[in-house]
């Protein structure tokens, strides 16, 4: 059984802050499309991974408690954004099981 002291503590527990890559990430997604090169390129270029591990990284990173008070509006920028992709994938799989 919780008390009230032990659901409030979770809340005032520190939130680890976002390390010099998690911030990077957000640099860039906020900047990508202003570069002249491809963006699948610059993400092997500057992050040395594969664009997969990038995507990984991106998701854990716009998840993080930090990650809007370092760029709020490129957080929920790319958040609203993948609620979309995964509605339209939710969507589209059950759209092809109705037929």
């Known amino acids: 059984m919780t ?11 520190p939130v680890e802050p976002l390390t010099d890559r998690d911030l990077a990430i957000l640099q860039f997604e906020a900047t990508w499309f202003t570069l ?23 998701n854990r990173v716009i998840d993080h408690p930090a990650a809007l008070n370092a760029d709020q ?13 995964r509605r339209a994938l939710i969507d589209g799989a059950a759209a092809g099981e109705q037929a």
Request: net charge negative; proline share 0%.
């Open 3 to 13: 008390t009230e002291h032990d659901a409030t503590s979770d809340l005032d527990a």
């Open 36 to 58: 002249d090169e491809d963006r699948h390129d610059a993400i092997r270029a500057r992050f040395a991974c594969s664009v997969e591990d990038y995507n990984l990284d991106l």
């Open 73 to 85: 509006l490129v957080v929920r920028r790319l958040r609203r954004h993948r609620d979309r992709r």
